[in-house]
C-alpha cells in the first residue's frame, strides 16, 4: 500500500483502463487522426537553465524528444513585462496591452493592480480577450491565469467566478483512484520537510545570495507544498482525463519550479529536483497519450526566464521603499 501511495511516476493498467471507459462513456467520445495540442507551461523556466537540466540528466523524457527529433528547443524574448500575466496575456489571447507588470498602480482607477487578484482578472481577462483566444474551440484551461477563452475551466484564476465553464467532473479524473488523495497528502508534507531541510542546510553552508528565515518560513512551506504538489497531481490527472476525452487542446501552468526558485534559487538542487519530477509527469503524459481516442503533440513553453540575485535590502542595507521615500 505504500509503494502505491507515494509512487509518483506510474498508473496501474487497473487504474488507467477504468478511468479511461469511465471517462469516454461519459464524454461520448469518437475517435479521429485529427492531432489534438496539449501546451504545457514551466512556469519562470529560462532556456539556459532548461539546457542544463536537460544536459545533467535532470529531465531524461524531454532529452529523449529532443534526441528523437520530435521537438526543438527554442529560445525566445519576452516584451518589457517579463512576468507570467503579460506572457500568458499574450500566449493564450494574442494581446497584452497595458499589463506593464504583475503590479502596478492604475493612475485612473487609483488603486495598485495585481495579476493575482481575483477581482482584477475577469477585468482584465475582458479587456485582452476578442472572444477567439488560443483555447475557444472546445479547450481546456488548467490552472493558469487566464483562459484562452477556454469552454473547460479548471483553477483558472480569471474565471474564479464563472460557473458556467467549470464542471465537477473535470476532478473525476483524480478522484477516480483511493490511493491518489492519500498519496498527494503525502507528497505535499514530505516536500515540507524537505524544504525546511534545504533551507538549514543553505543556512549552514552559507549559499548566498538567499532569502532570510521571514521569507522562507513555514508559511512558505505549505505554499511551496501547495504548487509543487497539489496544483502538479491536479493537473496531471486532469490532463490524462481530457486526453482520454478526446479534448482538441489543453493549455496547464506547471507554478511549482517558478514558485521554489524564486525562494530556493534559480539552479539550485531544489530547482533541479522540482523539475526532475516535472518531467517524470511528462512520461506520464505521454504513456497516457497512447492510449487516447486521437493522436497528441505536446507543446513545452515558458512564459519568462528569472535570474538569480541579493535583494535590493542585502545589497544596500535598506528597502527600495526606503530609498524612495529618502528621495522623494
Do not use: C
Not at 483524480?174 to 515540507?192: A, G, V
Not at 525562494?263 to 523539475?275: I, P
Not at 538569480?308 to 528621495?327: C, H, I, N, P, S
Amino acid at each position: 500500500i505504500l509503494s502505491s501511495l507515494l509512487t509518483i511516476d506510474d498508473d496501474s493498467s487497473w487504474q488507467r483502463n477504468v478511468l479511461k471507459r469511465r471517462v469516454q462513456r461519459q464524454k461520448g467520445v469518437v475517435e479521429t487522426d485529427v492531432p489534438g495540442f496539449l501546451f504545457l507551461e514551466l512556469d519562470g523556466l529560462a532556456k539556459p537553465v532548461l539546457q542544463r537540466a536537460i544536459d545533467e540528466d535532470h529531465m531524461p523524457t524531454m532529452a529523449r524528444w529532443l534526441e528523437t527529433g520530435s521537438h526543438h528547443l527554442v529560445g525566445w524574448e519576452t516584451d518589457m513585462s517579463s512576468q507570467t500575466s503579460a506572457s500568458q496575456a499574450g500566449i493564450l489571447h494574442g494581446n497584452n496591452h497595458n499589463i506593464p507588470a504583475f503590479r502596478w498602480y492604475d493612475r485612473a482607477a487609483r488603486e495598485i493592480v495585481s495579476s493575482s487578484n481575483p477581482r482584477i482578472l475577469p477585468k482584465l481577462e475582458e479587456r485582452v480577450s476578442d472572444g477567439n483566444g488560443l483555447l475557444v474551440d472546445n479547450g481546456a484551461s488548467r490552472g493558469n491565469l487566464f483562459s484562452g477563452d477556454a469552454p473547460n475551466v479548471m483553477n483558472t484564476a480569471s474565471t474564479i467566478k464563472d460557473f458556467s465553464r467549470f464542471h465537477t467532473s473535470e476532478f473525476y479524473a483524480y478522484f477516480s483512484s483511493p490511493y491518489n488523495f492519500s498519496r498527494t497528502l503525502l507528497l505535499f508534507f514530505w516536500d515540507i520537510v524537505l524544504e525546511r531541510y534545504r533551507f538549514r542546510q543553505q543556512r549552514r553552508n552559507d549559499v548566498q545570495p538567499r532569502l532570510d528565515k521571514h521569507h522562507r518560513n513555514f508559511k512558505y512551506a505549505l505554499v511551496r507544498g501547495v504548487t509543487t504538489i497539489i496544483l502538479r497531481e491536479l493537473n496531471i490527472y486532469t490532463l490524462i482525463g481530457d486526453m482520454y476525452a478526446g479534448v482538441p487542446s489543453a493549455y496547464a501552468t506547471f507554478v511549482g519550479y517558478d514558485e521554489l526558485a524564486h525562494h530556493s534559487g534559480v539552479e539550485t538542487e531544489d530547482a533541479f529536483d522540482t523539475l526532475q519530477k516535472l518531467d517524470q509527469q511528462f512520461a506520464r503524459l505521454e504513456d497516457a497519450a497512447e492510449q487516447a481516442p486521437r493522436p497528441y503533440r505536446f507543446v513545452i513553453l515558458s512564459d519568462h526566464g528569472q535570474s538569480g540575485g541579493a535583494t535590493f535590502k542585502q545589497r544596500y542595507g535598506k528597502t527600495l521603499e526606503d530609498r524612495v521615500r529618502e528621495l522623494a
